[in-house]
């Protein structure tokens, strides 16, 4: 009839609750999400939750209203003290619509988890380049610090030259390291032989000093014994 009246004393045949739990209840969406029917007057026709059959309808949540309206679509709403989505859509012949739900949190999840995989990533790969640093300060920096430190030193005149710097390894610092002290070796060498011509210069200047003392002792003496001849003579002459 043109006022629906088949179509509604065909839905009053059916045993809502069988077919509810034959064809409606196993329906699963996700984890937690489900599957329900309603009528066009708001009215849950058909419910996983069998006390909100023919009890609860869509008319008393401002969502509901619109889903009404609309008739096709997804929203966004607010469900059982929880965000949910919801994807519907209405049949005019029939009567009916179907809807199904399920928790935005559940929906979330996978990119909750994604995003907990990115963190962990990151934190690796920052760990790995706080590693990375930590083995080239170690092996790079602090050598090549020390053989600055050493040059600064030896720029400034206080360089101990008899301290070398340690050789481990064979890298570009290592071999640094060694031509450093082969020039500190090499240094310290001309610094000996300066010090030995040194005190050859020393003792060589100290014999001529002292044969010069001795030669102006010599000149006293000759002058002495040229004056006694010169008396001697003065005496003969007198």
């Known amino acids: 009839n043109e006022d629906g009246s088949e179509k509604y004393s065909l839905l009053s045949a059916v045993d809502v609750d069988k077919f509810t739990s034959r064809l409606i209840k196993p329906i699963q969406v996700g984890h937690e999400g489900i599957v329900f029917i309603y009528q066009s007057n708001g009215l849950f026709f058909s419910h996983p939750d069998y006390e909100k059959i023919l009890n609860e309808n869509l008319n008393d949540y401002d969502w509901g209203i619109e889903l009404l309206e609309k008739k096709k679509g997804t929203m966004e709403v607010f469900y059982d003290e929880q965000d949910q989505l919801i994807d519907f859509i209405f049949d005019d012949n029939i009567g009916l619509g179907v809807a199904s739900i399920i928790p935005l949190a559940e929906i979330s999840a996978p990119v909750r988890r994604l995003q907990n995989i990115s963190i962990l990533v990151t934190l690796g790969i920052i760990l790995i380049a706080v590693i990375t640093i930590y083995y080239l300060s170690s092996f790079y920096v602090r050598p090549l610090k020390k053989v600055i430190v050493a040059m600064h030193d030896i720029s400034e005149g206080r360089a101990d030259l008899t301290k070398r710097l340690t050789e481990?390894?064979?890298?570009?610092?290592?071999?640094?390291?060694?031509?450093?002290?082969?020039?500190?070796?090499?240094?310290?060498?001309?610094?000996?032989?300066?010090?030995?011509?040194?005190?050859?210069?020393?003792?060589?200047?100290?014999?001529?000093?002292?044969?010069?003392?001795e030669t102006v002792s010599s000149s006293n003496n000759i002058i002495i014994n040229v004056e006694d001849i010169e008396q001697e003579i003065n005496k003969l002459d007198g």
């Open 168 to 213: 481990k390894g064979n890298n570009e610092i290592t071999q640094l390291g060694h031509y450093f002290n082969t020039f500190i070796a090499g240094l310290l060498n001309i610094i000996k032989n300066i010090l030995n011509m040194s005190k050859e210069v020393a003792n060589v200047n100290e014999n001529l000093s002292s044969r010069s003392e």
